[in-house]
């Protein structure tokens, strides 16, 4: 397996994002490429400076390339299996920039893309927690859960299957009330989770965690359930009309505000083969 991490060797962030791309290739046993778009020598020698600086086990090769960034981009990254982009910045201007940038090549990358979180130790975790968001209503409500416990097997990790209802709990003042009203959501969400556990059984039980149902929106409850995972999954599916644009919305939203690492998966291809 090999990945590709996009670096932007003028960036502060340039040495951070490829020490996560290589743990991440680490925990996969996999190779890790570095890229830099535009530039001259001395982008070049910085970029081959911070391949140099890579284990051993992980490191491989690094070059340059010249032209629009975003097509240069989808076209380099065409053999590999995975996408190492660092999407989330803190100046505002460079987050607005860069965070466009990331949603065009999460939208339309064939492979995918692996978005680690802003100052995390450089380690990916052994035995990760996985979160996978997965559309009850979809044609094919576990793709996306099977290409997952692909991702899970290799990492060594249980998948959590979660599913997210826009329907909320209101606001109760007496706790009483507030516990019973939370009792009848969970059973009127019942069937959902029971679907989500029928997925789930087609999963390996070294690798099958829980079934949970969500409240709220789904970029809000998807954030919400990244405080206490390791890495998120999420579907980037090719729709027209509208329903494309929601569902891009959504994994571009939780790309950029997502409390642990993200992996977003496409429909139309398959990354690895189980």
Same mark, same amino acid.
């Given at each position: 397996m090999n990945l590709l991490a996009a670096i932007d060797v003028t960036a502060a962030s340039a040495p951070e994002v490829a020490d996560q791309g290589a743990a991440f290739a680490m925990a996969l046993g996999a190779r890790l490429d570095l890229v830099?778009?535009?530039?001259?020598?001395?982008?070049?020698?910085?970029?081959?400076?911070?391949?140099?600086?890579?284990?051993?086990?992980?490191?491989?090769?690094?070059?340059?390339?010249?032209?629009?960034?975003?097509?240069?981009?989808?076209?380099?990254?065409?053999?590999?299996?995975? @996408?190492? @982009?660092?999407?989330?910045?803190?100046?505002?201007?460079?987050?607005?920039?860069?965070?466009?940038?990331?949603?065009?090549i999460i939208r339309h990358a064939r492979c995918s893309v692996y978005v680690p979180r802003p100052g995390a130790v450089a380690r990916f975790p052994a035995s990760p927690r996985v979160a996978v968001a997965v559309a009850l209503e979809g044609p094919n409500p576990g793709w996306v859960l099977g290409k997952a416990c692909v991702w899970a097997q290799h990492l060594g990790g249980r998948i959590d299957a979660l599913y997210t209802d826009?329907?909320?709990?209101?606001?109760?003042?007496?706790?009483?009330?507030?516990?019973?009203?939370?009792?009848?959501?969970?059973?009127?969400?019942e069937p959902a989770r029971v679907r989500l556990e029928a997925l789930l059984e087609a999963i390996p039980a070294a690798h099958r965690g829980e079934?949970?149902?969500?409240?709220?929106?789904?970029?809000?409850? @998807?954030?919400?359930?990244?405080?206490?995972?390791?890495?998120?999954?999420?579907?980037?599916?090719?729709?027209?009309?509208?329903?494309?644009?929601?569902?891009?919305s959504v994994a571009e939203h939780v790309v950029t505000h997502a409390h642990c690492a993200v992996l977003t998966v496409p429909s139309n291809t398959l990354d690895l083969d189980p």
């Open positions: 830099h778009i535009g530039g001259g020598r001395p982008e070049a020698e910085l970029l081959h400076a911070l391949v140099a600086r890579l284990d051993p086990s992980v490191r491989g090769s690094a070059f340059r390339l010249d032209g629009d960034p975003e097509p240069m981009l989808l076209r380099a990254v065409a053999p590999y299996d995975v @996408l190492v @982009l660092g999407a989330r910045r803190h100046g505002p201007l460079e987050r607005f920039v860069l965070g466009s940038f990331a949603a065009r826009v329907s909320e709990v209101s606001y109760i003042r007496d706790p009483a009330l507030r516990e019973a009203a939370r009792h009848q959501w969970l059973r009127q969400h079934a949970r149902v969500l409240e709220g929106s789904t970029d809000s409850a @998807l954030v919400a359930a990244s405080r206490d995972t390791d890495l998120l999954v999420v579907g980037t599916r090719s729709r027209p009309g509208l329903a494309g644009k929601i569902l891009g």
